[in-house]
């Protein structure tokens, strides 16, 4: 599975990759909410909330979930 770049950083509403890797290098690394929002150019506030929202949208629907999973397996065998 292969994702460019300049998706996962792209702005666009209903990108479901920008909030998954700021979920994930929450979730992953010991980055705080204000050095992610360096890499994606947002207020740390406006990380903490994406982090959150893609959290209750992975709980509410299954197929996001499934998304999440497969990323997360696909990086701990790397």
């Not at 947002?42 to 509410?60: G, L």
């Amino acid at each position: 599975m292969y994702i460019e770049r300049r998706i996962i950083f792209d702005k666009k509403r209903g990108n479901l990759y920008r909030p998954l890797a700021i979920y994930l290098i929450k979730r992953f690394t010991p980055l705080s909410f204000s050095e992610i929002g360096k890499i994606f150019q947002m207020d740390y506030s406006a990380v903490s909330q994406a982090a959150k929202r893609f959290e209750q949208k992975s709980e509410a629907n299954h197929k996001i979930k499934e998304v999440m999973q497969k990323v997360i397996t696909a990086l701990k065998e790397e």
